[in-house]
């Protein structure tokens, strides 16, 4: 079992930057990749970025390519994701999931959520 739990949310203003983490316990040795998903009020959880526990390979969805950076440390078993040039239409709750390594592309295991709000 992989528990993440996210941490660094919080409220800034356009065009600030946060980093959220994602601390990973449990068997961590299951773990292919991390990703990083987001919900805002009223719209379906969408897609941020994900990187392969190895770091071999990222990938962002289009609205946040040039702005965010996902980034692990393995040592600390931890995933983060440096957001830059903050919109309010990235606010959100943001998710960090598990991907499986049985099967790639199935993300098993969510944190708690952590709150990103950006003002204008």
Do not use: H
Request: hydrophobic letters at 30%; proline letters at 3%; charged letters at 20%.
């Amino acid at each position: 079992q992989v528990q993440p739990v996210e941490s660094g949310g919080g409220l800034v203003q356009r065009g600030e930057s946060l980093r959220l983490s994602c601390a990973a316990t449990g068997r961590t040795f299951t773990v292919y990749g991390m990703g990083w998903f987001r919900q805002a009020p009223g719209k379906e959880r969408e897609f941020v970025a994900r990187i392969t526990w190895s770091g071999t390979s990222t990938y962002y969805a289009d609205s946040v390519k040039g702005r965010f950076t996902i980034s692990r440390d393995n040592a600390k078993n931890t995933v983060y994701l440096q957001m830059n040039s903050l919109k309010p239409e990235d606010t959100a709750v943001y998710y960090c999931a598990v991907e499986s390594t049985r099967v790639p592309g199935r993300f098993d295991y969510w944190g708690q959520g952590t709150q990103v709000t950006v003002s204008s």
